[in-house]
């Protein structure tokens, strides 16, 4: 079946500029996850859904920072005024209800270049 | 809050070598542990999970990894690598609980050599 997918793949902003990331989580699942992933780095935590409400949001770096997920289905992570330090590769996961709940199954990621 | 530690940033090996990647957290309350593995320009794919029971735990690819408590350690093995395997691992743990976030290792980045 269809994995999670993300868009765009690649995305170059100049400095300033408001960028929106796209996940479509696999079919069913209720949890959704957003991380950051830094050059070299293990992937951060930014923030967490359970169907459309947004449990956990202490990852997010700064208010520039804001996650959305109306229905309960697609998300998108939103940067505002992008800076340099914003480049990243953003992953979402996504998990099933039940015992399975803790495995996340992880998008290609999102490659945010800020110039 | 639960932390891990990734002790090698960089494991060089030779085809068909055996190859071991540590991997050392610290938690106040019990976890969940992982191991996924990322591929070049790709996400994260889990290798195997420890949740509970056996502490040897058998994941895809011919990986083992294996549970700890004392030493609150879940070090990856795999006794003959490939070419394919290289990429790079990160170990992970979450609380027990539904829904809750993963937090990763720095990584390791395993290159093997013909």
């Known amino acids: 079946g269809a994995g999670v997918s993300q868009s765009p793949r690649y995305k170059v902003a100049k400095r300033g500029q408001d960028v929106a990331l796209r996940c479509d989580p696999i079919s069913g699942h209720v949890s959704l996850f957003w991380y950051q992933q830094a050059l070299g780095q293990g992937p951060e935590f930014l923030t967490y859904f359970q169907n459309e409400a947004q449990l956990d949001k202490s990852g997010l770096p700064s208010d520039r920072f804001f996650a959305e997920r109306p229905e309960g289905s697609v998300s998108t992570l939103k940067i505002q005024r992008t800076q340099q330090e914003d480049s990243a590769v953003y992953l979402c996961?996504?998990?099933?209800?039940?015992?399975?709940?803790?495995?996340?199954?992880f998008g290609p990621g999102t490659r945010l270049t800020v110039l | 809050a639960q932390s891990v530690t990734q002790l090698d940033s960089q494991v060089p090996v030779f085809e068909e070598a055996p190859v071991e990647l540590r991997c050392n957290y610290s938690?106040?309350?019990?976890?969940?542990l992982f191991w996924y593995v990322q591929y070049p320009n790709q996400g994260l794919q889990l290798l195997l999970k420890y949740l509970s029971g056996s502490t040897l735990v058998k994941g895809i690819n011919g990986f083992e990894a294996e549970f700890n408590k004392s030493q609150t350690s879940f070090h990856l093995r795999k006794p003959s690598v490939h070419i394919s395997d290289t990429a790079e691992y990160f170990c992970?743990?979450?609380?027990?609980?539904?829904?809750?976030?993963?937090?990763f290792g720095g990584g390791t980045r395993v290159l093997v050599k013909p």
């Open positions: 938690s106040s309350v019990s976890v969940y």
């Open positions: 992970a743990v979450t609380l027990r609980a539904a829904g809750n976030k993963l937090t």
């Open positions: 996961a996504s998990s099933p209800p039940g015992l399975a709940a803790n495995e996340q199954f």
